[in-house]
């Protein structure tokens, strides 16, 4: 059974990868690519949040959740517990209710953290992928012939630059990066008009569209990351949630304002932390935590400069 590379890079008007079969034949295929930005799908006051420094986010998300505690519970206090008749043996049913909403609430804040940041993890593993398959491209490419070499080289290098200093700009402010497509596209076509002529030269040939297939697959993962983050339902959850836990610990009897206070504060500190820690990860490229360029900048200082 012969066997088959695929090449799964293209854009949006016409169509470039590549099939090698085990007798050297060079095939079109035809695939697909995504378009858009994460700012068409998602909320702009949602998406300008990433704008600001992680510092200023994270105060004002605890902030705001501990002046809500302070102020929700001396409203209700003051206002709605005096028109209640609420008896020392009532404590047993309130503590029950408000136990049952904070597991429900805190298993699905936990679960969803959990998410957030192994797709934050698998994102970086992406990015590590993709670059070790360009130093492996970059690699196999230089022990072509003389006549072809130092063209491929220059492409597989330009690249490299341009996910630097031009893609990844781009993909911090949430937009996918085009350009990339073209500078593929060139070397791909450089790279099917050579034609091995010794049985060397075409397992080498061999590798290095594998190495080409695999750096494609990576870069397709690598875009459609850009558009990964929470959806706004599920935001709504995390902060309606956050307010009816937050309202339910209003309602025990304490007769102590002060240390109900400090109880409340410190359970709004809590829920503000994990928040914050979900928002700051939810974007992987976007914000003061993005994963940035360094694998590429690794492989382009150690093994491609002219």
């Known amino acids: 059974m012969p066997s088959v590379f695929v090449s799964y890079l293209q854009p949006a008007h016409q169509s470039r990868p590549v099939t ?51 102020g929700g519970l001396l409203l209700v206090r003051r206002r709605v517990l005096p028109h209640l008749r609420i008896h020392d043996e009532d404590a047993h049913f309130s503590a029950a209710m408000v136990h049952s909403v904070m597991v429900f609430y805190g298993l699905a804040l936990a679960l969803i953290a959990v998410n957030v940041f192994e797709t934050y993890a698998d994102v970086s593993k992406i990015i590590s992928q993709e670059a070790t398959a360009l130093a492996v491209l970059y690699r196999d490419v230089s022990t072509y012939p003389e006549s072809i070499r130092p063209l491929l080289q220059k492409q597989v290098r330009d690249y490299v630059d341009y996910v630097i200093h031009e893609a990844w700009p781009l993909q911090q402010r949430g937009q996918v990066p085009s350009g990339g497509v073209e500078r593929m596209n060139r070397f791909q076509d ?19 569209l594998r190495a080409y297939n695999n750096m494609i697959q990576a870069r397709r993962l690598r875009l459609d990351a850009v558009g990964t983050g929470l959806p706004g339902v599920m935001w709504i959850v995390i902060l309606v949630g956050a307010v009816i836990s937050l309202s339910a610990s209003f309602f025990f009897k304490v007769e102590d304002v002060r240390l109900h206070g400090i109880l409340v504060t410190l359970l709004a500190t809590f829920l503000g932390m994990v928040i914050f820690m979900t928002l700051a990860l939810d974007r992987p490229f976007r914000g003061d935590l993005g994963v940035g360029p360094e694998p590429y900048q690794l492989i382009y200082d150690h093994l491609m400069q002219p």
Do not use: N, Y
């Not at 998406?47 to 501990?66: K, M, N, Q, R, T």
């Not at 008009?193 to 397992?203: C, M, V």
């Open 20 to 70: 090698l079969t085990s007798s050297g034949e060079i095939l079109p295929i035809l695939s697909w690519r995504r378009t858009g930005t994460v700012a068409e799908r998602q909320s702009p006051m949602l998406e300008s949040i990433f704008d600001i420094p992680l510092a200023i986010v994270g105060l004002a998300v605890i902030g705001c959740l501990c002046f809500f505690a302070i």
């Open 190 to 208: 450089t790279l099917v008009t050579f034609e091995p002529t010794t049985e060397g030269q075409k397992l080498l040939h061999a590798e290095t």
